[in-house]
Structure formats: C-alpha cells, structure tokens
C-alpha cells in the first residue's frame, strides 16, 4: 500500500503538471504582468554578483524568489515549462506541509488535509505563475507548523526552526515583517503557560528575533548606508498611493477622487527627478497617508470590509490563464464597483461562457466559505490555541491586504482555510455516518 505522504504528493504533482503540460508555455505568450519582471530578472541574476541591473531598482523586492528561479534556469535552462515544473514540486511538497500541520491536531487529518491541498485551484493555479508565492507559502508554511509543534512539545528547537523559516519567508516577502514582533507576543503566552523560566524566555525570545531578521540584516544595513532608511523595499509607497486610496475613494465623492489623482499626477511628475528610490516611496506614502487621514474614517472602514469580502469569495479558478483569455468585463475598468462588474457580466451575452464559469466557481466558493467557517468553530471548541493562531493569521493577511482585490490575496492563508475545511467535512461525515447507523 502507497505510503499517505507519497500518495498526497503524486496526487499533487499530476493535476500542476497536467495544468501547465495543457498550456502554451512559451515565454513570450505565457506570462503576463509582474510574472514579466520576475522572469527577467532572474535571467538578468538579480541579487548576485553577476547581476546587471542596478541596485536602486533592485531595492523594490526581496530576493527569495529571484534566487529560486535562477537556480531553476541554472538546473534545467531558461525552458519555462521545465522552470515551472520545478516549482510544482514545490508546491507538491507544500500540501505535504499543510497535511503535516493538521496531523498535529488529529493524526486522521493528515490524508483528507493533503488531498484537499492537492486538489485546490488556488494551489494549482498560483503554482503555474512565474511569481513569488510558492516559494513564499513553503517557508510560510513550515513556520506555522514549528510554531504549533512548539506550542504542542514546549521544545525550545522548533522556536530556532520557527524563526528561521520566517526569516526566510521575509526574505522572500516583505508581508511578514509585522509578524515577527507579534510572535514574540504569541511565544510568550506560550512560556507564560508553561511557567517558563523567566531568564531563558526573554534569551529565547531575544534569539527568536535575531533568527527572524538574520536573513535580511545586511540588506538593512545596504539601505541604511546606501539611501538613509531601514525600510526593506521601496515598494509601500507606490502600493498605498495607487491600489489603497483608490479603493477606499470608491467609496467617496467622484470630486473627492478627481482632486486625489490630480494631486498623485503631480507628486509623481515631481518624483521623477529623485534619485533615492525610498523618498520616492516616502513623499508617495506621505499624499496616501495624509488623504486616508482626511477622508471619513468609515469609508475606510467599508473599503477594509469590502477588500476582505472580496478576496475571500472571488472564485480562485478566475486567476486562470486560460479562464482569464475569455471575453470577460474588467473588474477595475468597472471602477471596482461589484454591481457594475455585474450588470456587464450578466446583461451582455458576449461573456455568456465566462459568466458560466463564474457561476459554477463561485457556488464553489461560497460552499468553501461555508466550510471554513463551520471547521474555525469546531477548531476554536477542540484545538484552542491553534485555533486562536490561525485566526490571528487570517485576520493579519486580511487586514494587511485591505481594499486591494484579488483571489491570490487569500493565498498565504489557504493552507489554514483547508485544515478549517478538513475538520469540517470530517464533521459531518462523521454526523452522516452516525445518522445511518442509528438508522
């Protein structure tokens, strides 16, 4: 009999396989958007010593990803079909490590958790894009699992092999640089609880932070010499300036959005001439935080809220290249407005076979919500902590994200949303077999 494990990872690898071995993965047709940039700089070696772009623009991403793809290149050729089976093994692995989390909880979780991974079209789409996120959810992945592990063994170890994966996953992404402060709250509750010496909770706590950041210290230290800050990346600016206001000014006055990209107009006409590509992002965040800071607090409020709707009830299989070649309205040139996007999609019969598609996938959706929500409550009655984790997790992604839409926002996340989905249809398996046998 085939092993659990062997069986979630074969499974896995055919249906990403058969995905991107269906597709036309020449270079030129295949990726689109920011897949461009990641693609081009992993040829041009970005973040070696061979590199041939120039460090101002370099500071715009975490390296991670960049390195992985040229590693990739460097094993089997600048072959995109052969790169992205490369990540599939990835990303085949990481339904290993969603099945491994459940199976702290409930060892019977580990089978139907790694299938359900194994067949998600969140996995298996994002799997097939040139884009940091299976890199990123691998290491994301692991530091949840040493952080529930810890908590389950109180063995100092898996703090060390927590913090080094979120090291990892901070050199691949900036996103999770507020979780290494918030940690430090949650390892605490845990020594706490545990009665932990108070002289070796703060060294462990002290060498959980050094490990978190000892991946991206020189980088931090490149910054502060080169352009003045401790920033990361320069790319907050430009992400609050053009995706954050706009989606909270979809909820204000049509004047209130004229004057706002009149004055973006200007500011970014006049950053041209800045050299240092952080007070670039710096006099951009300061126009998106001061207009946030006029504008009524409960508009941002509905932007948050609509953001976090969206994102979770937007049908993942959308992200899908091939979907996404369908004649299909713009969701952004419907000015992000749903009802709008609506209308066109279901009143003009030329998106009849996409707005089938939608129909079918968001009723998956929904059903998907549903389970998710009803497994959060069987976990917060029965696993508590963990329970209490994943929900922090959620909520951080959620909130980090805001009114920014798209499907791919809920993938950081996704591997707690199917560990909440196990728990559910194990529930009500359980419910429906116990009915029959009564009967």
């Known amino acids: 009999m085939i092993y659990p494990s062997l069986l979630i990872f074969i499974i896995a690898f055919l249906i990403r396989l058969l995905n991107i071995y269906f597709s036309n993965t020449d270079v030129n047709t295949y990726i689109s958007e920011d897949q461009f940039l990641y693609w081009d700089w992993a040829l041009q070696k970005a973040f070696t010593s061979q590199s041939t772009l120039p460090q101002n623009v370099l500071v715009e991403r975490m390296p991670g990803s960049f390195l992985f793809f040229q590693f990739a290149i460097w094993l089997v050729g600048k072959n995109l079909f052969k790169v992205l089976i ?53 290491f994301f992945n692991c530091f949840i699992y040493f952080i529930i592990k810890f908590h389950q063994n109180n063995d ?6 927590a913090a080094l994966f979120l090291s990892l996953s901070l050199f691949t992404r900036t996103i999770v640089l507020p979780l290494i402060i918030l940690s430090l709250f949650i390892l605490t509750f845990v020594y706490i609880k545990n009665k932990f010496n108070v002289i070796n909770t703060i060294k462990m706590l002290s060498l959980f932070l050094i490990f978190s950041l000892i991946l991206v210290l020189p980088r931090i230290i490149n910054n502060y010499n080169n352009y003045g800050t401790v920033n990361l990346t320069n ?8 995706w954050v206001v706009p989606g909270v000014l979809d909820f204000d006055s049509e004047q209130s959005k004229a004057e706002y990209y009149e004055k973006l107009k200007k500011v970014s006409k006049k950053i041209e001439t800045i050299e ?30 609509k953001g ?16 996404r070649s369908l004649h299909h309205p713009s969701f952004y040139e419907s000015e992000r407005n749903v009802k709008l996007w609506l209308s066109k ?43 209490i984790f994943f929900l922090f997790l959620v909520i951080y992604f959620l909130f980090i994200t805001g009114p920014v839409f798209s499907p791919k926002y809920i993938h950081p996340i996704i591997s707690i949303l199917i560990i909440f989905e196990t728990l559910a249809l194990l529930k009500i398996y359980g419910l429906i077999r116990k009915f029959f046998q009564q009967g």
């Open 276 to 305: 240092n590509p952080f007070e670039k992002s710096s006099v951009l965040s300061k126009l998106a935080i001061n207009t946030l800071l006029s504008t009524d607090k409960v508009n941002i409020i509905l932007a948050w809220c």
């Open 156 to 161: 100092s170890k898996y703090v060390f092999l």
């Open 345 to 387: 999609l279901f009143n003009e019969g030329k998106y009849k076979t996409y707005k089938n598609i939608f129909i079918f996938t968001l009723f998956s959706s929904v059903v998907f919500v549903i389970l998710t929500s009803l497994g959060l409550f069987i976990c917060l009655k029965n696993y508590t902590f963990s329970a």
């Open 308 to 323: 976090a709707f969206l994102n979770v009830f937007a049908p993942s299989l959308l992200l899908d290249k091939k979907i």
């Open 86 to 138: 490369m990540q599939i093994i990835i990303d085949s692995f990481n339904c290993f490590i969603i099945a491994s989390i459940a199976k702290i909880l409930d060892r019977n979780f580990f089978l139907i958790a790694g299938l359900l991974a194994a067949i998600s079209p969140l996995l298996v789409i994002v799997s097939s894009q040139v884009l940091s996120d299976t890199i990123f959810l691998l």
């Open 235 to 242: 790319q907050n600016g430009y992400h609050f300036a053009h």
